[in-house]
């Protein structure tokens, strides 16, 4: 992990922003020039004392939260004014490049993957920002999504680029009240999942709920269990990288063999999120392998049972722990009006209480940023569970983007209508990677 200045760790955003105006500097050439490598500009960590619009524009889906977080630092720093505009999330995605380039772009863009944007000098680079602030200290793995490399396109290494604004965390849900009732604990160990999912069979439970969108979750967790390197290096494109390899394989086999021994509902390619999540609440499963943005629902709606939110196991218990987990992405345009205030708000976001708190409360997204301070909770239930894993996996610094983010069509070109063919019998497992590999070396040709 890269060294951050000596500057002293602070815990609230007035603090930081009481360093001295001109704090770093950084190379930023013009727009579409490629990778910012000259012209010197001076950043700021101190906010504008006169009356400034922040312009945002993100997600419609999450818009509750970037509300109430403008809403937040507009109270701390009345000054402020936070313009949030929002739209649905794939016309986001398509339009981007657009607010990008444009010469009204906004100052922060909730912008999901780089893409060409750094290669075509879009973002502005926040690596003085990181600096300055201290999100150096952060767990690497939460950055390197966005740390590019010097072609503008290979992600792990490299300046930064973005911050994430809210984690999302896939683990374990597991119906506490069926598992005690088997006379089983909480698995340790992928063998002990196995040997649960077995006995819930028997009992007549669903061994592992899951709905046609959720299966590539639990693939990657199978994958993760002894390639977990492997598959980072090939989401975030570095050179080289392949998802085809005998761990891997041996993943896909096992999501076979769990269907064949009859672990999965035999119609799970027509079950969808709300079936899942709604078979599951009800007590109909003993295990659901999804993400952390479903815990508020979960512990709304499964009034019967008790659940519990754990990191998926590895192979063998006391394995180290590792958990599939991107952010909510923000960028800062390079024609942005405003980014040493863009940067602020970042900051704030990552390391304010009331701020970290809100994106639990508001959308039951997991804080980034430094280990601590965790959020609180007045009670316990999966999403304090989800809270508490997210932070252990924090400790450990071994966060594995999604295999859906390895390129732009991955998710619905090729991911999801694979893994329908690789249940459904019609490919293998070796035939199934070979897939996923074909498509990211199109895309980064």
Not at 3 to 9: C, M
Not at 151 to 159: F, K, L, P, S, V
Request: proline share 8%; net charge negative; charged share 15%.
């Amino acid at each position: 992990m890269a060294t951050s200045p000596n500057i002293p760790r602070r815990t609230a955003l007035g603090a930081l922003l009481a360093l001295p105006a001109a704090s770093a500097l950084t190379a930023c050439g013009a727009p579409g020039s490629g990778p910012a490598t000259t012209a010197p500009r001076t950043i700021s960590t101190a906010l504008p004392g006169e009356p400034t619009t922040l312009a945002m524009r993100a997600n419609a889906d999450q818009a509750p939260l970037w509300e109430a977080l403008g809403s937040a630092f507009e109270d701390a720093y009345p000054q402020i004014t936070v313009e949030v505009v929002t739209e649905d999330f794939a016309a986001l995605q398509q339009n981007g490049p657009r607010y990008l380039a444009s010469q009204d772009a906004p100052d922060l863009l909730r912008f999901p993957s780089p893409g060409d944007a750094v290669a075509d000098g879009l973002l502005l680079p926040l690596q003085p920002y990181a600096e300055a602030y201290g999100w150096e200290d952060f767990p690497e793995t939460q950055l390197n999504q966005w740390r590019i490399a010097a072609d503008g396109h290979t992600r792990g290494d490299g300046d930064l680029y973005g911050l994430g604004v809210g984690f999302a965390l896939v683990g374990l849900y597991t119906n506490t009240t069926a598992l005690d009732g088997l006379g089983l604990s909480l698995p340790t160990s992928l063998e002990a999942m196995a040997e649960a999912m077995a006995a819930a069979k028997e009992a007549g439970l669903t061994p592992l709920v899951s709905s046609q969108a959720g299966l590539s979750n639990l693939l990657q967790n199978l994958m993760q269990a002894t390639a977990a390197e492997q598959v980072s290096d090939w989401v975030l494109g570095k050179p080289g990288a392949t998802i085809e390899g005998p761990e891997t394989e041996a993943a896909a086999a096992t999501l076979l063999d769990w269907r064949d021994r009859g672990f999965l509902a035999p119609d799970v390619l027509a079950v969808d999120d709300a079936a899942a999540l709604s078979a599951f609440t009800a007590g109909e499963g003993l295990f659901y392998i999804q993400g952390s943005w479903m815990a508020a629902a979960v512990d709304q709606s499964a009034a019967d049972i008790e659940v519990r939110f754990t990191v998926v196991p590895g192979t063998e218990p006391g394995s180290d722990l590792t958990a599939t987990s991107a952010p909510n992405s923000f960028v800062i345009p390079a024609k942005a009006e405003h980014p040493d205030l863009a940067a602020a708000f970042l900051n704030w976001a990552s390391i304010d209480p009331a701020a970290r708190e809100l994106l639990v409360a508001t959308a039951g997204l997991l804080p980034g940023g430094p280990v601590e301070p965790e959020p609180v909770f007045t009670e316990g239930g999966a999403l304090a569970d989800a809270a508490a894993a997210f932070t252990e996996v924090a400790e450990a610094d071994r966060f594995v983007d999604f295999l859906a983010n390895a390129s732009a069509g991955m998710l619905t070109g090729t991911l999801q209508p694979q893994i329908d063919l690789l249940i459904d019998g019609q490919i293998d497992p070796a035939a199934f990677l070979a897939r996923l590999q074909e498509d990211v070396e199109r895309e980064r040709a």
